[in-house]
T-cell receptor
Framework: DTGVSQDPRHKITKRGQNVTFRCDPI?????LYWYRQTLGQGPEFLTY????????KSRLLSDRFSAERPKGSFSTLEIQRTEQGDSAMYLC???????????FGPGTRLTVT | QQPVQSPQAVILREGEDAVINCSSS?????VHWYRQKHGEAPVFLMI?????EQKGHDKISASFNEKKQQSSLYLTASQLSYSGTYFC?????????FGTGTRLQVFP
C-alpha cells in the first residue's frame, strides 16, 4: 500500500476565493472520509463515500462545501467563498468497510486570510 | 455526541504505565484508538468491535465494555515515542466521532 495522499499539503487563500483539495485513498479501500481538524480538537466528521456514492454529510457542513468521488477512486473537496472560520487542517481517510480501521492522509492545511 | 476522554493530560517517565478512558452516551458498533503527533495525521492504533474482536498494535492493549459504552487504552512500559495526543473514535452508524483527546508526554 502506498498510503493515503492529499494535495496540496498547504493552501493559503484570500477570503471569498474558492479552493479545491484532492485525496487519493488506498487503492482497495471502498470508503473515503473527509474530516476537519482545528488546533487542540479531534477530527470532525464532514462527509463520507462508499465507492462513488456520498452516503452522509455532516449537518455542520454549509452549502459552500461540496465533495465528489467520481468513479469511486480519488475524491475532491471544494470550499466556495472561503471564510476565515474555514481555516483548519482538512484530513482524508480511507477504509475497507464498517468496522475497519481508517488510514489518514497527511492533510491539507488551509489558511484563509 | 462527542465521546469524553479522561484524563485530559498525562505526564509519564519512560517505563511507566498509563490508562486512557473513553466514554460515549450512545450504543457503539466499535471503538477506534489513534495517536497524533504535533503537525502530523492521526495514526491507527487499535480497533475494538462489538462482540469482542480486536485488531491493532501488538504493544498496546485496550478493552471495550459494550454495556457501558466505555473503552480504555492501556499503555505499558511507555517509551518516548508514545508521546502525542490520543483520540478515541466511536462508531455508531458508519462514521467515527472523535473524542476530546488525551495529551500524553513521556520524559526520559
Amino acid at each position: 500500500d502506498t498510503g493515503v495522499s492529499q494535495d496540496p499539503r498547504h493552501k493559503i487563500t484570500k477570503r471569498g476565493q474558492n479552493v479545491t483539495f484532492r485525496c487519493d485513498p488506498i487503492s482497495e479501500h471502498n470508503r473515503l472520509y473527509w474530516y476537519r481538524q482545528t488546533l487542540g480538537q479531534g477530527p470532525e466528521f464532514l462527509t463520507y463515500f462508499q465507492n462513488e456514492a456520498q452516503l452522509e454529510k455532516s449537518r455542520l457542513l454549509s452549502d459552500r462545501f461540496s465533495a465528489e468521488r467520481p468513479k469511486g477512486s480519488f475524491s475532491t473537496l471544494e470550499i466556495q467563498r472561503t471564510e476565515q472560520g474555514d481555516s483548519a487542517m482538512y484530513l482524508c481517510a480511507s477504509s475497507k468497510l464498517t468496522g475497519s480501521e481508517q488510514y489518514f492522509g497527511p492533510g491539507t492545511r488551509l489558511t484563509v486570510t | 455526541q462527542q465521546p469524553v476522554q479522561s484524563p485530559q493530560a498525562v505526564i509519564l517517565r519512560e517505563g511507566e504505565d498509563a490508562v486512557i478512558n473513553c466514554s460515549s452516551s450512545k450504543a457503539l458498533y466499535s471503538v477506534h484508538w489513534y495517536r497524533q503527533k504535533h503537525g502530523e495525521a492521526p495514526v491507527f492504533l487499535m480497533i475494538l468491535l462489538k462482540g469482542g474482536e480486536q485488531k491493532g498494535h501488538d504493544k498496546i492493549s485496550a478493552s471495550f465494555n459494550e454495556k457501558k459504552q466505555q473503552s480504555s487504552l492501556y499503555l505499558t512500559a511507555s517509551q518516548l515515542s508514545y508521546s502525542g495526543t490520543y483520540f478515541c473514535g466511536t462508531e455508531t452508524t458508519d462514521k467515527l466521532i472523535f473524542g476530546t483527546g488525551t495529551r500524553l508526554q513521556v520524559f526520559p
